[in-house]
């Protein structure tokens, strides 16, 4: 019996518990293995396998103490390696910003104006490629291709590079009193000043509509990711653009990351008579249809139908053209294919990010992130793929040096060429 104990208490000396990196390597692993239904065709044990290794050798020295985030920069090598933008992992800190996105209400908690600005080549100056709907950028005026050349009577030619000139603004903007922007606009390069005071602001993204003085729409969609906001607010502003003798309308796309696929479906019956997506997962053992049919949405699992009605649904049949570039992603991937599928408009830019033909789904870690996993392949109603990349009918580079130095935005000018509309130059 002596011997016996012995023997015991040497077999358990030699186990230990595993680390919590092991044990959230181990989780992000078989999410891994078992629900990847991506484009990627590593081996996906050998793919973990090796991962394995690296993590052995960096937890030798700690052993069961070996932390969470030591396993993180793992994983996210690990997933890095299937080359597919919607297969990644999240941090926690990045899971509540996606959650407060999809809950339409992203409080920035720091004084903001609501713009992206790039650096120019040979210049200190900023160019505006991006504003927030709502924010104090978008009341006052900004706009997509604004050049920054000066913030407060100071040109940002005077400072030593990029990066003083993009802190210069972001601190004046802090101080919580107005900024006056000095800008140019168009291809006239026209003067302006523009006053505005940083605030905190939401930066979920919704959809906007700009009517140009020709006559022409162009409605831009960020996003898909406020749940119950999106589809419902580009319905009435197809509606508002026909109230206003609209003669045509630009879908702006380029940038569209995604998000919900019910918001991209209801968006989309603004310009198809049914959209449709079906989604299956790796097994086919799951079946999920999504589709808009006489006013009423209806999701269709594994044969058991739910349906909801959708009142004042608007539709757009009037002269279109729609936007794309290499940023628009998933359910902007999807909208694009859809419409040029249904020859309804033609696509103007370059080809998109190229996730555009599976889902993603997060799956929660121990550690309060997640893995986002590409979970399901898309299918039109007529059971052909959704394509992974929407392919442009007029390819036009999105030339940013072409809007900095002429205030000319290509890819718009072809689009307006499209609708048989000069642009003003």
């Not at 919590?20 to 390597?25: C, E, G, I, V, Y």
């Not at 580079?397 to 072409?402: M, R, V």
Request: aromatic share 6%; charged share 20%.
């Amino acid at each position: 019996m002596r011997k016996l104990f012995a023997t015991l208490a040497l077999v358990l000396g030699s186990l230990s518990l595993a680390s919590p990196a092991q044990d959230l390597f181990d989780q992000a692993s078989f999410y891994v293995e078992f629900y990847y239904n991506g484009p990627a065709t590593l081996n996906l044990k050998e793919l973990t396998a090796r991962y394995q290794s690296e993590l052995d050798r960096t937890c030798a020295p700690q052993k069961d103490t070996c932390s969470y985030d030591q396993a993180v920069p793992i994983i996210q090598r690990m997933v890095g390696e299937l080359n597919d933008n919607h297969t990644y992992y999240l941090s926690p800190e990045a899971l509540r910003g996606t959650r407060e996105s999809r809950q339409g209400n992203a409080p920035s908690r720091t004084l903001r104006i609501g713009v992206t600005h790039l650096p120019i080549p040979g210049s200190r100056d900023r160019l505006v490629v991006d504003v927030v709907e709502g924010g104090p950028a978008d009341e006052a005026g900004l706009a997509y291709g604004d050049r920054i050349i000066a913030v407060n009577g100071r040109p940002l030619s005077e400072l030593p590079d990029d990066n003083q000139a993009a802190q210069f603004l972001v601190q004046s903007v802090q101080t919580g009193r107005p900024v006056v922007l000095t800008i140019l606009r168009g291809p006239q390069r026209q003067r302006l000043e523009i006053t505005l005071t940083g605030r905190e602001i939401n930066l979920a993204r919704f959809p906007s509509l700009k009517m140009r003085p020709d006559g022409v729409a162009v409605l831009k969609i960020p996003d898909f990711d406020a749940q119950g906001q999106v589809g419902r607010r580009v319905h009435e502003l197809v509606r508002e653009a026909q109230q206003k003798n609209a003669r045509a309308l630009i879908l702006e796309l380029r940038g569209n990351s995604g998000g919900l696929l019910n918001e991209m479906i209801y968006s989309a019956a603004a310009f198809l008579d049914e959209p449709f997506v079906a989604l299956v997962d790796r097994y086919q053992t799951e079946r999920t249809e999504f589709r808009i049919r006489d006013g009423r949405f209806i999701v269709t699992r594994n044969g058991q139908s739910e349906n909801a009605n959708l009142p004042s649904l608007a539709r757009w049949r009037g002269p279109l053209v729609v936007l794309i570039d290499e940023n628009t992603a998933s359910g902007g991937e999807y909208l694009a294919s859809a419409i040029q599928k249904a020859r309804l408009a033609p696509l103007v830019g370059v080809a998109t990010l190229g996730i555009g033909n599976t889902t993603t789904r997060p799956l929660n870690l121990i550690n309060g992130g997640a893995l986002s996993i590409s979970y399901n392949r898309a299918f039109f109603a007529d059971g052909s793929p959704y394509p992974a990349k929407a392919t442009p009918d007029f390819v036009v580079e999105n030339s940013l040096e072409q809007l900095a130095n002429n205030g000319r935005d290509l890819p718009l000018e072809k689009a307006l060429e499209a609708l048989g509309i000069k642009a003003n130059r």
